[in-house]
């Protein structure tokens, strides 16, 4: 449990870096880049430290951490396309809902079924997630977007969500002794793919570009690593649940403390829908 709550509050940072950097960069491919420079040099020095011997690496573990490095960039990739074509609150908010689809493949394909408790926290933070994706009243939502630009919605959240299920899959059909090198290929696989788009839009970094992006580096490393060993210690359902009502639980705290935003009715209610949530996937079987 304690990997899971560090994994929780490292991707929490990472969101909160996200934001901050968000209003003061405007090359996203940039500050991607640096992310995945940090996070590749991360995974680079722990899997030296654990000394692995890289030609003794089954290549199940290079090829999904290739994929995984993929669906990384191809998220961010159709999400910045979604919010040119559909408007960003429809794009943001419907992010949300990726996180609903490693809840339901940690059951369906990994046989991992949970307790009366935990199917009614999964149900819960589902109606949670869904209560969190739908806009405000009064927000922009793209109303003139055409059918077939409401359609890329759809790969967006599949992408998101087939990249948060990723580690499982590595924790199923790969070496967990190798996740270093696993965690390496992934971010070496994103920066390579940033690298490319960064050279093809012909775009200076700046300072901010470099020091954000390090940071969100910095935690992105950190929440795949203890994400994956939480779920070499705990059932797939309790992590991904757990991961993202806690997730939402902490960026909404540190925008009302820190930030002093204001919450909506709306928002609270979705936020006891998460503290319940919480409460009864950790409630024992």
């Given amino acids: 449990m304690l990997f899971l709550l560090l994994a929780t509050i490292a991707s929490a940072g990472n969101a ?13 491919w940039a500050l991607l880049l640096f992310n995945y420079l940090a996070a590749t040099a991360l995974s680079a020095a722990s899997a030296l430290r654990a000394g692995l011997a890289f030609a003794q690496v089954a290549p199940q573990t290079w090829a ?35 996180a609903v689809i ?22 819960v933070a589902i109606a949670a997630t869904t209560l969190l994706a739908i806009p405000p009243k009064g927000e922009a939502t793209a ?15 599949l992408a998101g969500g087939l ?18 090198v696993y965690i390496l ?27 954000c992006g390090t940071m969100l580096g910095f935690f992105n490393f950190f929440s795949t690593d203890l994400m994956l060993r939480a779920l ?12 993202s009502m806690g997730v939402v639980l902490i960026v909404y705290g540190a925008n009302v403390l820190v930030m002093h935003e204001r919450l909506t009715r709306r928002d ?15 409630l024992p079987g």
Avoid: W
């Fill in 163 to 180: 990249a948060d299920t990723m580690p499982k899959v590595f924790e199923t059909v790969g070496d967990p002794a190798h996740e270093e």
């Fill in 16 to 28: 909160l870096t996200m934001k901050f950097a968000g209003s003061r960069s405007d090359n996203a």
């Fill in 143 to 157: 109303e003139a977007a055409t059918p077939s630009a409401r359609r890329l919605l759809i790969p967006m959240v």
């Fill in 64 to 98: 999904l951490g290739l994929v995984a490095g993929v669906l990384f960039v191809a998220t961010f990739a159709l999400l910045q396309h979604n919010v040119r074509v559909n408007g960003a609150t429809v794009s943001s908010s419907l992010t949300r809902m990726g």
């Fill in 102 to 123: 490693p809840m339901v493949l940690s059951i369906a394909l990994f046989g991992e079924y949970p307790s009366f408790a935990g199917a009614c926290g999964i149900a």
């Fill in 232 to 243: 070499i210690e705990l059932p797939a359902y309790v992590v991904y649940t757990g991961f």
């Fill in 185 to 211: 290929m992934t971010f070496a696989t994103a920066f390579a793919v940033c690298l490319a788009m960064l050279l093809k839009e012909r775009e200076r970094p700046a300072g901010v570009d470099v020091a």
């Fill in 268 to 282: 609270h209610v979705a936020l006891a829908l998460v503290i319940l949530a919480l409460a009864l996937i950790n």
